[in-house]
Structure formats: C-alpha cells, structure tokens
C-alpha cells in the first residue's frame, strides 16, 4: 500500500469518529438516537469521553527494592520461574506448581525461609524449599510471589509478583452432568 493511500485511508477515518449523535421521536412516540440526522431530529451535544493515562512505571528489581529501603540484600537474585508471567494453563484439580530461583542459596543458617503467597495470602509454613504446590486454586487470574523471611519473621526480599490464568472445568459444564445409571 503506498503513503497516500495510507493518508487518505486515515483522514477520511478520523472524520467518522467525530460524527454527530441525532435524537428524535417516532410516530410511536419512542425515542429514537441515530448517527442519522432525521426529520425532526436534534443533534444532540455530548460530553467528551473521558480519557484516562496510567502513569508510566518503571521496572524495580527486588535488589534495587531493597537498597532503596536503606537496606543492602544479600541476595543478588530472587524470582518466580514457573508459572510464566501472564501463563494461562489447565488444571482441574486447581493445582499450581510455583518454582523459584534464588542466588545465592538460601542462608539457612542466618534462619533465613522462603514463604509464598497466592492473591497476597501466604501458603502454608515458611519453608526451605525453592518449590511448592499451591492446591485447590479456583479459576481465573491470580498473582503468585515469595518472601525470604528473616528468624524474625521479617521480610528480607520479595520476587516480584507473577500473573497467571488458572483454567478449570466448571461444575456446570454439561460434561460433569451426571449420566443415568443403566
């Protein structure tokens, strides 16, 4: 497709969008709004549409999150690897399995513990392990992440938090129905 092609293409669709809403009465006396003018129309006047900006964020490391807070971490890298950012994935049972990575290894010896969280809950007890199954998740959008925690019980550093699509068979879907017994 050529430049004026393109040019043309747009200018005539940008005149569209601002096109006038007419409103009139039929001869049953309903109500009638049409982008066409009528007899006995009004053009109607309409508030602008509200536009909304999000601000722009920049991405903060868990390290970085941590210095700011006047606090040096001794944890270079701490992250969710599995669910995948925004993954959407099938499990009936409503199961998630959460993977992390961690360097350098966990200081146990400091009573350092990893716990996790599901929609901002925590699950379970704090632990030592880089993986766990979060069970019995219902459907739909969540967010996972996890927390070393000192023997205080004080956070140390968080992963940043992952989104994710849980699928599961709806108990009303026509294939859970019960089939008559023979």
Known sequence: MNRKTVLVFLVLSVGSVSAAIYRSVDEQGNTVFSDQPAAGSQPLKLPPVPIYSAPSLSPVSPADTAVKEGRKSIYSVFTVLAPGKEQAFWDNAGNVSVRLSLQPELKTGHGHRIQFYLDGKSQGQAGTA????????????????????????????????????????????????????N
């Open 130 to 181: 880089l993986e766990t199954v979060i069970e019995n998740v219902d459907r739909g959008q969540h967010q996972v992440y996890a927390a070393v925690l000192d023997a205080a019980g004080k956070e140390v550093i968080r992963t940043p938090s992952v989104s994710f699509q849980l699928h599961r068979q709806s108990v009303n879907s026509p294939a859970r129905k019960a089939r008559p017994s």
